[in-house]
């Protein structure tokens, strides 16, 4: 089946730094990937829809200039979380959509902590 | 109210019974629908897609009203493998596919 991986696994910052995550289609081509938030407890959120070639769509509420996406590749799209605070602390998973764009593969997630 | 709602449990059942999970959602538009299996820690990964007709793969069997908006899984025999949050999953915006996630059902399978 299709696999999508992030890197890194998990990540410890401190406050006011900037993280960069990268999500990759590794056996197919994704025009479409998608970022989510998941808080302890509670569902995953979307924050974004990233665009091969073109820019995100970001979900209301979510900070655009705060988490940058850039969907350079076929199969890579990263995720900068900017000036991280405490509160930014939380499981980021990206997904892929399918080639055949009903389906959605998710990465393994990213748990950052800022501190 | 939430575009999606799902019992939170949790639920702890006995290995070897049935158990069954609802989920309702609110925008009659709504196209597809999954669910999703989260363990702890771990990305969500596809159950099962859930059709009109209703579909069972082995143990587990999907229905879905589109009059009532209510979705239903449905796992037969469970096992202690089947422990893990279930998330009822619906796409609201058909085109771009962008999936709105219920906070899911706990389930714990006891021995």
């Known amino acids: 089946g299709a696999v999508v991986s992030q890197h890194p696994s998990w990540v410890i910052c401190k406050s006011g730094t900037s993280v960069k995550i990268e999500c990759r289609s590794l056996?197919?081509?994704?025009?479409?990937m998608f970022w989510y938030r998941q808080f302890p407890k509670q569902s995953l959120m979307l924050m974004a829809t990233?665009?091969?070639?073109?820019?995100?769509?970001?979900e209301q509420g979510v900070e655009k200039d705060k988490f940058l996406i850039n969907h350079a590749s076929l199969t890579l799209s990263t995720l900068t979380v900017t000036s991280a605070h405490p509160e930014d602390s939380s499981f980021y998973i990206c997904s892929a959509l399918s080639t055949s764009g009903y389906e959605q593969y998710f990465g393994p997630g990213t748990r950052l902590t800022v501190t | 109210r939430k575009e999606v709602e799902q019992d939170p449990g949790p639920f702890n059942v006995p290995e070897g019974a049935t158990v069954a999970f609802n989920c309702t959602y609110s925008n009659s538009a709504s196209q597809s629908f999954f669910w999703y299996r989260q363990d702890c820690r771990k990305e969500p990964k596809l159950l099962m897609s859930?059709?009109?007709s209703g579909n069972e793969d082995g143990r587990f069997t999907a229905q879905l009203n589109r009059a009532s908006q209510y979705i239903s899984l449905l796992i037969r025999d469970s096992k202690l493998s089947d422990s893990a949050t279930y998330l009822c999953v619906v796409n609201t915006n058909f085109g771009n596919e962008k999936l709105t996630f219920g906070t899911g059902t706990r389930l714990t399978i006891i021995p």
């Open positions: 990233s665009n091969e070639g073109s820019k995100a769509t970001y």
């Open positions: 859930v059709y009109s």
């Open positions: 056996d197919f081509q994704a025009t479409t």
